[in-house]
């Protein structure tokens, strides 16, 4: 978490607290589609394209298997890493491959051919329903990408109890993808005319037990694992659970990833606008991977 507020060796922000990105599943979905909960700990990118597939084919209720994953960026950041790539280098560059980039989008293609999950449309109207109108949370669905932090929210309005399962892949290549993503940062600035006492107020936030009872999992899961050890019983029921997921993957993040360049703020429309031409069929994957590259490159030129 360090190294991702750290830029030419010099620490910028701390992380206020932690996600990750990972897949909020609902078992009950599962069940009633009699399709097994995978072993997300050798399930492949494979497996998850048949078992979104198997879930929509066994709903009875016209149940999705899966959520579309493209309009915003974080799987592919997953997908990169699995191969060895980021999609910034840490000089501020696009680091992934058109290859990839087409690899990412085609995964989606390919559910929405399948069945595995919804068509243009639907998937259109979904992303801009939010957390709260996603698949797992109006129990159309049974699998969906989110922040870890956001399951109280799916959970409290799916109404079930849901679970995290780790990205497909991670023990697919040869190394790993998921990363520990900041939620926020505290910094600060150069000019401050309290530098002392600004120190004083970060440390307090990220380090004090008695801010941590205070801003608990507000601003993420707290970064500091002693505080977060500390405000764990005082967390709600899905909270405690993405934090014990949290910890289980500190074995699996291998790193963290560069700090995105200037610019990198516009990825996230880029993503969406270009994933929406891909569904709808105006442009093939490998097209949207060239123009993914172009645009992302001029925007952090």
Known sequence: MLHAGT???????????????????????????????????????????????????????GGYGVQNYSFIEPVLKIIARQKGEEVFTADGEVGVSAATVEEFFQRSVDLQSAGGEPDASVSTEIQAAGVEGSLPATNKGAMAWFWSNQLNAVQTASGRDLVLLRAPGESEFERTGEYFKPSMYYSVSAKSEHPEESQLLVDFLINSNAAGELILSDRGLPANTEVRAHVLPMLSDADKLSAEFVENLQDVVEDGTPVPPVGAGEVPDITSRINSDVLFGKITPAQAAEQWIDEVTKAIS
Do not use: C, K
């Open 7 to 61: 830029i030419d060796d010099a620490l910028y922000g701390i992380a206020t607290g932690i996600n990750v990105h990972a897949i909020i599943a609902d078992p009950q979905a599962f069940a009633d589609a009699g399709v097994e909960m995978p072993d997300d700990t050798t399930w492949t990118w494979d497996d998850y394209e048949q078992i979104a597939t198997d879930i929509s084919a066994g709903s009875a209720d």
